[in-house]
């Protein structure tokens, strides 16, 4: 092995056990396998998230799917090709119109989302590893000090803050979350249809303009002129286009607008200067998020470390902040993760003053934007991953509203457009996405003597590693974590073992 070379540390953890759901509040009925990661290249978290596994701080969970009681599906949208729906619309409008006339909008029009489930998806004790262990694991195998490795951070994964629907979906009465994955409501009343006497509806901006154009034409009649023709109507395809999400981030606010808003972009490790300066007015709105959303107490969130790439953004891969100024001030935190082929959510929180601003879709369009200007820079770089979907939680399906987007087949880890898979949610809290009943993982190991370990501060491989063990064996369990991790990433991860 190379002597440079970098590498990924983990204990696995199995998933026997049932845990507390956050979504439905089943007391054990949340079943996920679990690592305790010590050191994460950015490679490695990207292959694992492309198996449906999701960190929390330096906890990494895989749902189990066909046995939880709220399955959880990795969710990305195309970032290149998105484009905003009427109710995000709605959001963009109303942080303008606070930015511009500086209106509040009263009360919490988007409701918190149910709480994190990454805080009961399995045991978080920290690993037995010892720090010997680490910091001399094969002299000629680990040269490289682990500041070149990604150490995932402590901060939770992101649930936003405005689950619930928004607009006109919010005088809807909120369904309840059920265990079996259907949604309780009332059954919709018959109808007659349209009016077919009535003439079909019209813009009110078309209606406007015709008006005026008739008030002209009385006018030249009166004045004895010829009147104005009226044009003919343009077509939905010249005038309707949509408009990219860029247009609504950059559109124009009065000089004398009531607040600035600013959005900076800061490396939390090596600590930027910019990282520094801010962190104590950061954590400040950590910890009232934390005690007024989640009720929580405010652990102080770590940090991460740097990777770059010749071929990868200026800014290089890892975790960073989004920091959110509001006329001088930080009101709300976006934490992310810059991986090889995406931007990943991982956490947003924020003053709890301005929870009626809708910060989570807010602060989602925002990363939607800065993923499609990462882009720019790395071509491969043109995913937005959103954590995940549930649907079998009403509340958590505001993330399928994120379109063109993508489910992750819990068999096969192909992606599938979420409009093929609704059907099949609808029918089924679990479901397989790919519909080729001969397809399988592509990317399964099957020789687990190729799995690589961490015995003694000496890598080796499985094979190697189980001759010289003494005990009971541990066959099953490394194969099953190896099946889990896939090939990439069980042939580089090191699974650390006692």
């Not at 619309?89 to 994190?116: A, N, R, T, V, Y």
């Not at 992310?336 to 989602?364: E, K, N, Q, R």
């Not at 087949?409 to 457009?417: I, N």
């Not at 063990?469 to 066959?475: A, C, I, Q, V």
Request: charged share 25%.
């Amino acid at each position: 092995m190379a002597g440079n070379k970098s590498y990924t540390i983990v204990e696995y953890f199995g998933g026997d056990d049932g845990y507390r759901c956050g979504y439905c509040k089943n007391q054990t009925g949340n079943f996920s396998h679990g690592m305790w990661t010590h050191t994460m290249t950015v490679q490695d978290y990207q292959d694992l998230i492309d198996r449906g596994w999701r960190r929390s701080g330096k906890y990494v969970y895989k749902p189990i799917m066909n046995k939880t009681c709220c399955p959880q599906y990795t969710i990305r949208c195309h970032a290149l090709k998105f484009q905003p729906s009427k109710s995000h619309k709605k959001i963009l409008k109303k942080m303008s119109k606070f930015i511009s006339k500086g209106e509040l909008p009263k009360g919490q029009e988007d409701g918190e989302p149910m709480e994190s489930v990454c805080e009961d998806a399995g045991p978080r004790e920290h690993g037995k590893i010892c720090h010997s262990d680490l910091k001399c694991a094969v002299v000629t195998d680990l040269q490289k000090e682990a500041a070149e490795c990604l150490t995932i951070t402590d901060a939770q994964k992101k649930d936003e803050a405005d689950a619930a629907p928004t607009g006109s979906e919010t005088s809807r009465k909120d369904p309840v979350c059920v265990p079996d994955g259907r949604t309780t409501a009332a059954a919709p009343k018959p109808g007659t249809g349209a009016d077919a006497s009535r003439p079909p509806c019209r813009k009110a901006k078309d209606l406007r303009k015709e008006r005026r154009l008739q008030k002209e034409q009385t006018r030249q009649l009166a004045d004895g002129a010829s009147p104005i023709v009226s044009p003919t109507p343009t077509t939905p395809t010249q005038t309707n286009q949509p408009k990219p999400l860029e247009d609504f981030m950059t559109k124009s606010l009065p000089e004398n607008s009531s607040h600035g808003l600013e959005v900076r972009l800061v490396r939390s490790n090596p600590p930027s200067p910019q990282f520094k300066a801010s962190f104590d007015a950061s954590y400040q709105v950590y910890k009232l998020y934390q005690m007024a959303i989640h009720k929580d107490p405010p652990d102080k969130p770590s940090e991460s470390q740097a990777e770059y790439s010749p071929d990868g953004p200026e800014v290089g891969y890892g975790s960073f902040h989004q920091q959110y100024w509001l006329d001088g001030r930080i009101v709300a935190v976006g934490v992310i993760d810059i991986l090889p082929t995406c931007v990943s959510s991982v956490y947003l929180y924020y003053h709890p003053d301005f929870a009626s601003l809708s910060l989570g879709s807010y602060s989602a369009l925002r990363e939607i934007l800065f993923t499609r200007q990462l882009q720019k820079q790395s071509p491969k770089l043109s995913y937005y991953y959103l954590g995940f979907y549930i649907h079998s939680c009403p509340k958590m399906r505001y993330k399928g509203q994120y379109r063109p987007s993508d489910l992750l087949c819990p068999e096969t880890f192909a992606w599938v457009p979420i409009e093929r898979c609704l059907p099949q949610l609808e029918n089924s809290r679990y479901a397989r996405f790919n519909q080729d009943p001969d397809a399988g993982d592509s990317r399964l190991l099957k020789d687990i003597a190729l799995v690589l370990v961490l015995y003694r501060r000496t890598v080796m491989p499985y094979g190697v590693y189980a001759r010289k063990r003494k005990g009971s064996s541990d066959e099953a369990e490394v194969q099953q974590y190896a099946g889990l991790v896939g090939q990439d990433c069980a042939e580089r991860i090191l699974l650390y073992r006692a």
